[in-house]
């Protein structure tokens, strides 16, 4: 263990890939708990990170089945360009929209 870590504390390290104009940041989050001095790595998580939310996982922003593996890009509408599979399917680009995107 780690000088100063308690037992069954986390470690995570979180990087951006992208920011747009609005300061929204897209990124990624790796992470390793701690079980009893033998740390075990969970799988990355994508994100999105606004000074009004914080920091938000894109798996949980997304239909149900859907896996976000990589984040690639955000623009000024901030749609973001993103690998995922659904289903366990094989992986694709995707782009995400906002929620509160407006559709014509």
Known sequence: MRPGA????DISLSYALDIN???TVIG???GWIDLGGEYEQVLPRT???TRRTGMLALGDL?????VIS???AIDD???ILASASYLNNRSQTVV???ANARRE
């Open 6 to 9: 308690a037992a069954g504390a």
């Open 21 to 23: 104009e609005h300061g």
């Open 28 to 30: 990624e989050s790796l």
């Open 47 to 49: 994100f999105v990170w």
């Open 62 to 66: 997304v239909p149900a089945g859907w």
């Open 70 to 72: 990589h984040v690639i």
């Open 77 to 79: 509408q901030g749609e």
């Open 96 to 98: 995400l929209e906002p």
